[in-house]
């Protein structure tokens, strides 16, 4: 299932209360560009520090849209400078590669086994024609620790703040 299926990507030396950063690409990667971005994001990672200390972290590219940083800050703490170093980071990826990490309007859902995006205004349409329903995965691209991201990344609508921004919806998606 989709849902566990990375889950056991990043090393269990890794604390629950690690943090992570998702960032959703407004469209698909090649395979060719995902290569390159993984290369990109371990060498950051690699060189990632947080007031002169590494930060023990790791980064994932998935499902080539998404790009997911983590940093256990049992050892060293990201604040600050070392968070917007990670940002900085970010944006030059989406200028290199053409794409929108920062557009929190557009959701992706997993359906008939792929990665599908919409806007928070298609999503209504959506629901109408059945597309979305009650038991359709999203991405949470809100949770904030390791912990959650394992557990709360992919799940149901009924089960996200999808349900909180369509009230009116809650009739039809159950």
Not at 120 to 141: D, M, Q, R, S, Y
Request: with cysteine; glycine share 2%.
């Amino acid at each position: 299932m989709i849902e566990n299926s990375f889950s056991t990507l990043v090393p269990e030396n890794f604390s629950a209360s690690s943090r992570v950063w998702i960032y959703q690409s407004s469209r698909e990667f090649s395979a060719e560009e995902t290569i390159k971005i993984e290369l990109l994001v371990n060498q950051f990672v690699t060189q990632w520090t947080a007031h002169g200390a590494s930060v023990k972290g790791m980064a994932l590219v998935l499902l080539n849209r998404f790009v997911i940083l983590v940093a256990d800050e049992t050892q060293t703490q990201v604040s600050g400078c070392s968070t917007d170093s990670s940002i900085h980071f970010i944006q030059q990826l989406q200028n290199d590669f053409s794409t929108d990490f920062f557009n929190r309007k557009e959701i992706c859902f997993y359906i008939d086994n792929q990665v599908q995006k919409f806007t928070l205004n298609t999503i209504p349409e959506a629901v109408e024609k059945g597309i979305i329903h009650a038991e359709t995965l999203c991405f949470n691209n809100l949770t904030l620790t390791l912990h959650d991201w394992r557990s709360k990344w992919i799940i149901p609508v009924t089960n996200s703040w999808l349900r909180q921004k369509f009230p009116h919806l809650l009739e039809t998606i159950g």
